[in-house]
T-cell receptor
Framework: AQSVTQPDIHITVSEGASLELRCNYS??????LFWYVQSPGQGLQLLLK??????LVQGIKGFEAEFKRSQSSFNLRKPSVHWSDAAEYFC??????????FGKGTRLSVIA | GAGVSQSPRYKVAKRGQDVALRCDPI?????LFWYQQALGQGPEFLTY????????KSGLPSDRFFAERPEGSVSTLKIQRTQQEDSAVYLC????????????FGPGTRLTVT
């Protein structure tokens, strides 16, 4: 079955430190991949997407993600975290006519 | 408005009551999706419309759930005889014909069944 796994439920990072959130997918063929962010009481905002081509994709708010086919991964990174980045982050994938499948999310806390 | 809007933002229903949740997609977006997000979980797909046609309803958890989009714009998700397990945030998303995989989400409706 198609699935998206986010191994880390909760991550705490100091403000100014770098961040990497992990995402692995299980699909027959390489799906389209997405990262969304959800702040409390808010909907999901698209940070970035990967369809094909360059495996390092840039998104909004200084985020980037790297697609690695050999590892079935699409990890999200940011070089320097700001307190306003504290939120829930969701990795998602879609392939063909199947619905968008989300991971369970990673909650990011930022400490001073 | 510029984004997807949903109403009400919060709904409290007594068990057994019927509820109706509304979604206004981005103007011109042909595709509309409903998701259910339980506490501490990622969103899970419920159903999908292309214009007024409901093309996929495989995620609806029971026949108590019903969705419609009669004129290809606004959509309503109806839950009949609500149960406690229906408590969740219901998210609506829309996408355009030219970027069908890029979904834009509304703020959601938080449903609490007591």
């Amino acid at each position: 079955a198609q699935s998206v796994t986010q191994p880390d439920i909760h991550i705490t990072v100091s403000e100014g430190a770098s961040l990497e959130l992990r995402c692995n997918y299980s699909y027959g063929a390489t799906p389209y991949l997405f990262w969304y962010v959800q702040s409390p009481g808010q909907g999901l905002q698209l940070l970035l997407k990967y369809f094909s081509g360059d495996t390092l994709v840039q998104g909004i708010k200084g985020f980037e993600a790297e697609f690695k086919r050999s590892q079935s991964s699409f990890n999200l990174r940011k070089p320097s975290v700001h307190w306003s980045d504290a939120a829930e982050y969701f990795c998602a994938a879609v392939s063909g006519n199947t619905p968008l499948v989300f991971g369970k999310g990673t909650r990011l806390s930022v400490i001073a | 408005g510029a984004g997807v809007s949903q109403s009400p933002r919060y709904k409290v229903a007594k068990r057994g009551q019927d509820v109706a949740l509304r979604c206004d997609p981005i103007s011109g977006h042909v595709s509309l999706f409903w998701y259910q997000q339980a506490l501490g979980q990622g969103p899970e797909f419920l159903t999908y419309f292309q214009n007024e046609a409901q093309l996929d309803k495989s995620g609806l958890p029971s026949d108590r759930f019903f969705a419609e989009r009669p004129e290809g714009s606004v959509s309503t998700l109806k839950i009949q005889r609500t149960q406690q397990e229906d408590s969740a945030v219901y998210l609506c998303a829309s996408s355009s014909k030219t970027a069908s995989y890029e979904q834009y989400f509304g703020p959601g409706t938080r449903l609490t069944v007591t």
